[in-house]
């Protein structure tokens, strides 16, 4: 399994820097729908800036587009990624709101899961998310993560630290 992938209804492949006009674009008119869990990139600049983050070393971004109109449907980001005894990383994820509650970011885990433990031969993935965020815990549950414990404090998203719970799900590959 390589990059690109395939799956019934997506292409997932890496973040490219040409992805900006258009990342941009549906970033920009999610703004509310992503409110208050994710504080969406939202200028070239940030773009960039974000786009050096993966660097396939340490974080990893899966964009996913659907595979009749190219539009993008959502995206997958591991960070944090550590090698030598850990193995890890941490998932993060979000849908361009016409595509939420269609089953695609379930589609899109199902064949980005498998390829985070056997190509990038991680041991563990973590998910961090908000107490009130259902839609996310209910996804994350129905992949097989299991509730590790509750983070106070744990991430500064617009303007304010928010609480999470720490979620994970391990391989032996």
């Not at 973040?15 to 992503?34: G, H, W, Y």
């Not at 107490?131 to 996310?136: D, G, I, K, L, Q």
């Not at 744990?154 to 032996?172: K, L, P, Q, T, V």
Request: proline letters at 3%; aromatic letters at 14%; a positive charge.
């Amino acid at each position: 399994m390589q990059l690109p992938m395939k799956t019934a209804r997506l292409r997932i492949r890496s973040l490219r820097e040409s992805d900006c006009a258009s990342f941009l674009k549906v970033m920009n008119s999610n703004d509310q729908f992503l409110y208050p869990w994710v504080r969406p990139v939202k200028t070239k600049a940030e773009f960039l800036k974000y786009y050096q983050t993966f660097n396939r070393i340490s974080a990893e971004g899966f964009l996913l587009e659907h595979l009749e109109n190219n539009e993008i449907v959502g995206f997958v980001s591991l960070g944090g990624i550590l090698r030598g005894a850990l193995q890890s990383g941490q998932l993060g994820f979000y849908l361009n709101e016409p595509y939420a509650k269609k089953g695609f970011m379930s589609e899109a885990l199902k064949g980005i899961i498998p390829y985070i433990f056997k190509n990038l031969r991680l041991h563990r993935i973590e998910a961090n998310v908000q107490p009130n965020n259902r839609a996310s815990k209910a996804l994350i549950k129905k992949m097989g993560f299991v509730n590790e414990g509750f983070s106070q404090r744990f991430m500064y998203i617009y303007g304010a630290w928010r609480d999470h719970e720490r979620w994970a799900i391990c391989s032996d590959y």
